[in-house]
């Protein structure tokens, strides 16, 4: 799913779409990858809510946290809506975490091969940092497993004193 502008929620026959696509059985289910206006509707059709950021996150230099490594990308973005990480269902998961404002920047199914980034990797913000992306839909695509271990998002927040 690409890219696109406005509020998601008003997006409502492709998530419906999105959450058939969810829901096939095992036997049927193909690949999904979400970029941008792609991440807020995945998330929507998971379950997820979404939210109006006061700003927006804009410009090509966006910090993003890979939360499988650890390892921050810089990334081009240009949106005003987010992912509310905290409603996220059970079996989903945060895959990317903006450093500047700690808001949602991809999510990832724990076991389906379904995820997607806020950020545009298709930008080549880095030129080709995040180009691993479309290999892991590729190899997704293929059938190829990949490995699941994500880091708590909140060791990134900032520690609240008493």
Known sequence: MSNGPGDPTMCSATIKSVQWALSRPSEEIKPIFGICLGNQLLAL???????????GNRGANQPC?????????ITPQNHGFAVDKDSLPED????????????????IHVSKPFFSVQFHPEAAGGPMDTSFLFDMFADLLKGVPRPQALIDPNVYLPSQSP
């Open 65 to 73: 946290i890979d939360l499988r490594t650890g390892r921050c990308y």
């Open 45 to 55: 059709a998971a379950g997820a809510k979404t939210y109006k950021m006061k700003y």
């Open 92 to 107: 989903w998961k945060s895959f990317f975490l903006n450093a500047n404002d700690f808001s949602n920047e991809g999510v």
